[in-house]
């Protein structure tokens, strides 16, 4: 499971669906969705194959590629040959002339005819019929199990370019404040434990023990991020961060899966905090971590 979503788009006429910015309307879907597009555009069928690989989501090609381009083949035949390489994309190729329908059969392939659609405006009825397409396969891959793996892996990813941001200004610059910052928090920070542990051996409470966090938490190096950020006069994002980001991956993995045995509903619930992460709560995660992603690869360009 990813937070992109990859697309190939082939189709002779690509310079008009470019001018015309048809491919917004995917983009903003797919950002809406929590998912961050890719969109890989060719005309001819030597760029189509110099680009394809098994990495991508979802593949549209017109059927009619030798309008404007000679010495290409249909779409058809150009999918057989991607299904011949056993890449098993999902594929849409479309037509407004109808004269298609029964040209492939295969699995995972969708041909739309956009003579028989609602619409005036060929490629608008296609963006219209891909966006439902996406739907269908992001509904296929974001099981709860699986949303769960991969908001820990990228809340994981951010955490080490915190950490690698914090090792490279400091080397840079050798900060005292960076550096104090850091100190204080540990030394805080294993204050509170050293009494906590204390306590927990007082009152033989070993599992409170087990369960604790490693040294440089994330909350650290976040907080190690604010003092660069305060020095720098640059927006400070770590609060959002450490609320949407910090404590949700943290709340996510202690919560337990459940499924509903009567409506065979599948959710994780923080028992502590009373919170369902279901299909709703991980398009919010995966938009949060976008967001921060996007916030940390920022900061990571201006201290550059």
């Given at each position: 499971?990813?937070?992109?979503?990859?697309?190939?788009?082939?189709?002779?006429?690509?310079?008009?669906?470019?001018?015309?910015?048809?491919?917004?309307?995917?983009?903003?879907?797919?950002?809406?969705?929590?998912?961050?597009?890719?969109?890989?555009?060719?005309?001819?069928?030597?760029?189509?194959?110099?680009?394809?690989?098994?990495?991508?989501?979802?593949?549209?090609?017109?059927?009619?590629?030798?309008?404007?381009?000679t010495g290409t083949r249909?779409?058809?035949?150009?999918?057989?040959?991607?299904?011949?390489?056993?890449?098993?994309?999902?594929?849409?190729?479309?037509?407004?002339?109808?004269?298609?329908?029964?040209?492939?059969?295969?699995?995972?392939?969708?041909?739309?005819?956009?003579?028989?659609?609602?619409?005036?405006?060929?490629?608008?009825?296609?963006?219209?019929?891909?966006?439902?397409?996406?739907?269908?396969?992001?509904?296929?891959?974001?099981?709860?199990?699986?949303?769960?793996?991969?908001?820990?892996?990228?809340?994981?990813?951010?955490?080490?370019?915190?950490?690698?941001?914090?090792?490279?200004?400091?080397?840079?610059?050798?900060?005292?404040?960076?550096?104090?910052?850091?100190?204080?928090?540990?030394?805080?920070?294993?204050?509170?434990?050293?009494?906590?542990?204390?306590?927990?051996?007082?009152?033989?409470?070993?599992?409170?023990?087990?369960?604790?966090?490693?040294?440089?938490?994330?909350?650290?190096?976040?907080?190690?991020?604010?003092?660069?950020?305060?020095?720098?006069?640059?927006?400070?994002?770590?609060?959002?961060?450490?609320?949407?980001?910090?404590?949700?991956?943290?709340?996510?993995?202690?919560?337990?899966?459940?499924?509903?045995?009567?409506?065979?509903?599948?959710?994780?619930?923080?028992?502590?905090?009373?919170?369902?992460?279901?299909?709703?709560?991980?398009?919010?995660?995966?938009?949060?971590?976008?967001?921060?992603k996007n916030n940390i690869?920022?900061?990571?360009?201006?201290?550059?």
């Amino acid at each position: 499971m990813k937070l992109d979503y990859k697309i190939l788009w082939l189709d002779d006429k690509m310079d008009e669906i470019l001018a015309d910015d048809y491919l917004k309307d995917i983009y903003s879907y797919l950002n809406e969705q929590g998912f961050e597009a890719q969109i890989v555009t060719v005309k001819n069928e030597k760029e189509f194959f110099e680009n394809l690989n098994d990495s991508y989501d979802l593949i549209l090609t017109d059927f009619h590629l030798n309008e404007t381009t000679t010495g290409t083949r249909n779409g058809d035949a150009i999918i057989e040959e991607v299904r011949n390489r056993s890449i098993y994309t999902e594929i849409m190729f479309y037509s407004a002339q109808g004269d298609v329908a029964d040209t492939i059969k295969k699995d995972r392939i969708t041909f739309f005819d956009t003579s028989k659609a609602i619409g005036n405006v060929h490629y608008e009825k296609i963006i219209a019929k891909a966006i439902d397409l996406i739907s269908l396969t992001i509904k296929k891959f974001q099981h709860i199990v699986a949303m769960r793996g991969m908001i820990m892996q990228e809340t994981s990813t951010i955490d080490e370019d915190m950490l690698d941001i914090v090792a490279e200004f400091i080397l840079k610059t050798n900060s005292p404040e960076v550096k104090n910052r850091i100190y204080e928090e540990l030394v805080s920070f294993h204050s509170r434990k050293l009494e906590d542990s204390e306590k927990f051996r007082k009152n033989d409470r070993i599992d409170n023990i087990l369960k604790d966090p490693l040294l440089i938490s994330s909350s650290q190096r976040a907080n190690a991020i604010e003092e660069i950020i305060k020095l720098k006069g640059f927006d400070n994002f770590i609060d959002d961060l450490k609320l949407n980001i910090i404590k949700v991956r943290n709340d996510f993995a202690h919560a337990v899966y459940i499924k509903d045995t009567e409506t065979g509903r599948e959710y994780f619930r923080d028992k502590k905090g009373g919170i369902d992460f279901n299909e709703i709560k991980c398009k919010e995660i995966r938009i949060n971590i976008i967001k921060h992603k996007n916030n940390i690869n920022d900061l990571k360009k201006k201290l550059t």
